[in-house]
Structure formats: C-alpha cells, structure tokens
C-alpha cells in the first residue's frame, strides 16, 4: 500500500504527531534568505518553483500558512529537496515527473507520496515539529549558537531521509517495480541504500532518523502501537536504521549496538541486512540507471 493522502492516522511516527511542543516556533529561529537560482526568495510567500532537474523531479514550495513560515524557510534556505532531487535524478531514469511539494498541511495531513498526483508532500509543520523535539530531547539545544546548529542539522537529517523514503514510494509506482515484504519497511530500506553510501553526512541522516523513531517510541504508550499499521513500530524503525548503519561498516560503528535500540544479537545479523537491501535496490534499478 503507497503512504498516500488521506490514510488513517496512526501511532507511527511517520504519520507525525502534532504535538504542542512549547519551544519550537522560538526554537526555529531562522532568518528570511534567498535559496539560489532555482528558488525565489524565501521572504516572498507567491509560490516559489524550482526548475525540474534531470530526472524529471521538481520542488515547488507553496505560500505558508500560519506558523508555517519558519518551516518554508527552513526548507528552501537548506535546499534540501532540491539536494534530494538532484541526487536521485542523476542516477535514475524517470518516465514520468515527480513533484515534490513543500506546503502547509491540515491536521490530517503528512508528509506522503500520492499516486494519484505524482505528488510528494511534505509540510511545514513537519519541519517546526522535528525541530522542537530535537530542542527538548538535546536540553539547552536552542539556547546557543552550537545547540542549534546541532538540533538544525537534526531536523534537516531527518526531512532528507522522509525524502528519500517517499521517494522510493514513487519510485515503485512510477518503475512498476516488484516489491515483496511490507513497501513501509522497503522505502526505509531504500533510505539507508541511497544514504549511507554518501559518506557521514548519509550515516547521520539515517542516525538522525533512528533517534526521531527512538523518541516518537518513547512518546508512545504500548497500548496506543497499531500492529496492524502498514509502517513497523517506531522502536523496530529505530533499530533498523541503525543495524543498516553498523551493517555497512561493523568496526567503524561499534557503539551502534547498545544492547537496547540494537542487540549484539542483532548486530549479528546486521552485515547480511545491508548487502541484501543492497542487492535487491540494486537489481530493481539496474535497467533505470542513468550509467553516468
């Protein structure tokens, strides 16, 4: 089932709670800037529209709504849509477009691929929610000029790996491609594929993610996890994504396996993860792959 518009809410933290978290509009304390050639300014709230870039993927950000100004900046002061577009559309044919949409969302709304648009959504209060969660989980993160880098270059692991995820969504519908095993769990999987491969600033993508998942679990009474929801439980995300991680160099990242978010006898098994999501993903895009 593709993560689409208008699917039931759910405990899982993709489907992002709207929390009432008292310090995040003070704690995204960014300033209005111009995001290059293929933006318009940030301060101007008409609809800024990049140029697609090959591949046939495009970011457009939407006027904000309320408090989403702060995440519209975020967003395109960052480029981090376009970073992700770029990045896929130079390695992937596409036979059709895909629109990543950066807009305000209702309250039952998230960040999604919808099949029927051949949209990707992603909201601004996304941005405004990660980051104030990262400001409480880092005590004194938006205190200082260091803290909030730290909780800024949080925020921003996480919308590029929530890119990446719904991307592999459409990838699936766009590619047809065959898809065994639960897509939720596959679109993570294609996360950390295109991720780790980057260097550190993938591995701290995907670290970054796992910490979001370990805290919505933290969040989350037992009794409120859906084990019928199409995503696996924030705490089973969360030790995924790190035993990926440790998986793609086992003695560069032994503190991963804290007995906790990851098991030693997981971690056993974690090598053998990473070089199998690394062969399927391979597979399925060998004969889309633009050879260059």
Same mark, same amino acid.
């Given at each position: 089932?593709?993560?689409?518009?208008?699917?039931?809410?759910?405990?899982?933290?993709?489907?992002?709670?709207?929390?009432?978290?008292?310090?995040?509009?003070?704690?995204?304390?960014?300033?209005?800037?111009?995001?290059?050639?293929?933006?318009?300014?940030?301060?101007?709230?008409?609809?800024?529209?990049?140029?697609?870039?090959?591949?046939?993927?495009?970011?457009?950000?939407?006027?904000?709504?309320?408090?989403?100004?702060?995440?519209?900046?975020?967003?395109?002061?960052?480029?981090?849509?376009?970073?992700?577009?770029?990045?896929?559309?130079?390695?992937?044919?596409?036979?059709?477009?895909?629109?990543?949409?950066?807009?305000?969302?209702?309250?039952?709304?998230?960040?999604?691929?919808?099949?029927?648009?051949?949209?990707?959504?992603?909201?601004?209060?996304?941005?405004?929610?990660?980051?104030?969660?990262?400001?409480?989980?880092?005590?004194?993160?938006?205190?200082?000029?260091?803290?909030?880098?730290?909780?800024?270059?949080?925020?921003?692991?996480? &919308?590029? @790996?929530?890119? %990446?995820?719904?991307?592999?969504?459409?990838?699936?519908?766009? #590619?047809?491609?065959?898809? *065994?095993? +639960?897509?939720?769990?596959?679109?993570?999987?294609?996360?950390?594929?295109?991720?780790?491969?980057?260097?550190?600033?993938?591995?701290?993508?995907?670290?970054?993610?796992?910490?979001?998942?370990?805290?919505?679990?933290?969040?989350?009474?037992?009794?409120?996890?859906?084990?019928?929801?199409?995503?696996?439980?924030?705490?089973?995300?969360?030790?995924?994504?790190?035993?990926?991680?440790?998986?793609?160099?086992?003695?560069?990242?032994?503190?991963?396996?804290?007995?906790?978010?990851?098991?030693?006898?997981?971690?056993? &098994?974690? @090598?053998?993860? %990473?070089?199998?999501?690394?062969?399927?993903?391979?597979?399925? #895009?060998?004969?889309?792959? *633009?050879? +260059?």
């Amino acid at each position: 089932m593709l993560h689409h518009a208008g699917g039931r809410s759910g405990p899982a933290g993709r489907r992002r709670r709207r929390r009432a978290l008292g310090r995040a509009l003070a704690a995204l304390a960014v300033v209005g800037v111009c995001a290059g050639a293929t933006a318009a300014c940030v301060g101007d709230e008409s609809q800024a529209a990049a140029s697609p870039t090959s591949g046939g993927l495009s970011v457009s950000y939407e006027p904000a709504k309320g408090d989403g100004a702060k995440g519209r900046t975020f967003l395109m002061e960052r480029r981090i849509a376009e970073r992700v577009a770029r990045a896929v559309g130079e390695r992937v044919r596409l036979p059709s477009d895909i629109k990543i949409v950066a807009k305000s969302c209702g309250d039952s709304e998230q960040d999604v691929y919808d099949a029927e648009t051949g949209r990707i959504v992603i909201c601004y209060g996304t941005v405004t929610e990660l980051h104030g969660m990262f400001a409480e989980a880092h005590s004194g993160g938006a205190d200082d000029a260091n803290g909030r880098r730290v909780v800024d270059a949080k925020t921003d692991g996480v &919308l590029t @790996e929530t890119l %990446y995820h719904e991307i592999a969504h459409a990838l699936k519908d766009k #590619l047809r491609l065959p898809v *065994t095993g +639960r897509e939720e769990d596959v679109a993570d999987q294609f996360a950390a594929y295109s991720l780790i491969p980057q260097g550190p600033s993938g591995v701290a993508a995907v670290l970054d993610a796992a910490e979001s998942y370990s805290l919505y679990a933290r969040d989350t009474s037992p009794e409120d996890i859906d084990f019928s929801d199409e995503h696996s439980p924030d705490a089973v995300r969360a030790a995924n994504y790190r035993c990926y991680v440790y998986g793609s160099a086992p003695a560069r990242h032994k503190k991963l396996v804290d007995g906790e978010t990851l098991t030693k006898e997981r971690a056993e &098994l974690c @090598e053998g993860e %990473y070089q199998d999501l690394r062969r399927g993903w391979d597979a399925l #895009l060998e004969p889309y792959r *633009t050879h +260059r």
